[in-house]
C-alpha cells in the first residue's frame, strides 16, 4: 500500500509562488504515474497536472498551464508542484494522486490518494 502525504501549503499574496511536495512510502514510486489535484470550495475535486511514470509525459490543464510546473524525484520518493503567478482562484485544497499506469491524464483514476494541503491567495 502506497502512501502519499502532502506539504508546502500556506497563505500567499496574489503574483506569489509556493512549491508543493509529495512523499511517497510504502511502495515502489518510480513504478507509479503520478498527479495533482485541487478542489475549490464546494466543488468536486479536479485534476490539474500529471506526470508519467519515467517522467518524459506531463500534461497540464488550461487553467495552470505556464503557472504551474509538474516534476518528480524517484531517487527522493517524492514529486513537486511548483505555483507561480498564483491567483485568489487558484485558492483550495490540493491533493496528490498515484496511480498503477504508465501516464496520468484526466481521465486516469487513481489507486493512491493524499489528504491534501491547503492553498489559500489573497487578493
Known amino acids: 500500500q502506497v502512501h502519499l502525504i502532502e506539504s508546502g501549503g500556506g497563505l500567499v499574496q496574489t503574483g506569489g509562488s509556493l512549491t508543493l511536495s509529495c512523499v511517497a512510502s510504502?511502495?515502489?514510486?518510480?513504478?507509479?504515474?503520478l498527479g495533482w489535484y485541487r478542489q475549490v470550495g464546494g466543488k468536486e475535486r479536479e485534476w490539474i497536472t500529471g506526470i508519467s511514470r519515467t517522467g518524459r509525459t506531463i500534461l497540464y490543464d488550461d487553467s495552470v498551464r505556464g503557472r504551474f510546473t509538474i516534476s518528480r524525484d524517484d531517487a527522493k520518493n517524492t514529486m513537486y508542484l511548483q505555483m507561480t503567478s498564483l491567483k485568489p482562484e487558484d485558492t483550495g485544497l490540493y491533493y496528490c494522486?498515484?496511480?498503477?499506469?504508465?501516464?496520468?491524464?484526466?481521465?486516469?483514476?487513481?489507486?493512491?490518494w493524499g489528504r491534501g494541503t491547503q492553498v489559500a491567495v489573497s487578493s
Open positions: 494522486a498515484g496511480a498503477n499506469a504508465i501516464q496520468f491524464a484526466l481521465n486516469t483514476t487513481p489507486d493512491y
Open positions: 510504502g511502495g515502489t514510486f518510480s513504478s507509479l504515474a
